[in-house]
């Protein structure tokens, strides 16, 4: 089956650094989607890709779709500290669901 | 009000025992989904439902069961809890293959 794999598990950065994590599926995925966890909470959705190559902005956060639709990114600029939580990627592949990436846990030091 | 609800939040029980954990949305959206997330796991798949009398195994279904007992229910059931159903439950609902929205989770602990 469709499998979604998510690097890094864990990133600790200073406040105002950048962060990126990634994501690459092992099968071709018609979209992804990203959502972002914060501690004690429930996932939120962020943002999808659909088209290949799609480079979508909000505001400090930056989300790629590859050109072969198997792999995305999450780069934020200059984190804060309201940017902690964990980030997961999910593709929607030929089955009905989704598949989600394992996160990427995001600390930022103050 | 919140869109998404689950009931019970937290439940701790012991092995062997039946346990139910609910779903109620008010989106109005058709299809449902019951995920379990476990540390450095991610969420994994249960059961998703796409209307009352579509229902279909996710990833991990085995030792669980479903009921969508209307458009706005779904209730996932676990017949003889064992310790490594311990595990944070999300139940989540979307209009066809867009966002998700998730509700607030049921910590379950089963001893």
């Known amino acids: 089956g469709q499998q979604v794999m998510q690097i890094p598990q864990y990133q600790h950065v200073q406040e105002g650094e950048d962060f990126t994590t990634y994501c690459n599926s092992s099968?071709?995925?018609?979209?992804i989607q990203w959502y972002k966890q914060r501690p004690g909470g429930h996932p939120v959705f962020l943002i999808q890709?659909?088209?290949?190559?799609e480079v979508k902005k909000q505001k400090r956060l930056t989300f790629q779709f590859g050109e072969a639709k198997k792999n995305s990114s999450l780069h934020i600029t200059a984190t804060q500290t309201t940017d902690v939580g964990t980030y997961f990627c999910?593709?929607?592949?030929?089955?009905?669901?989704?598949?989600f990436g394992s996160g990427t846990q995001l600390t930022v030091l103050p | 009000d919140a869109d998404v609800t689950q009931t019970p939040r937290n439940r701790i029980t012991k092995t062997g025992k039946r346990i139910m954990l609910e779903c109620s949305q008010t989106?109005?959206?058709?299809?449902m989904y019951w995920y379990r997330q476990d540390p450095g796991l991610g969420l994994r798949l249960i059961y998703y439902?796409?209307?009352?009398?579509?229902?279909n195994k996710g990833e991990i279904s085995d030792g669980y069961s479903v009921s969508r007992q209307a458009q706005a229910k779904f209730s996932l059931s676990l017949e003889s809890a064992i310790p490594n159903q311990t595990a944070l439950y999300f139940c989540?609902?979307?209009?066809?293959?867009?966002?998700?929205?998730f509700g607030p989770g049921t910590r379950l602990t089963v001893l």
């Open positions: 989540a609902t979307s209009d066809l293959l867009y966002e998700q929205f």
């Open positions: 099968t071709t995925l018609s979209n």
């Open positions: 890709l659909v088209k290949s190559g």
């Open positions: 999910a593709g929607g592949g030929s089955a009905r669901q989704l598949t």
């Open positions: 989106k109005g959206h058709d299809r």
């Open positions: 439902s796409f209307d009352v009398k579509d229902i």
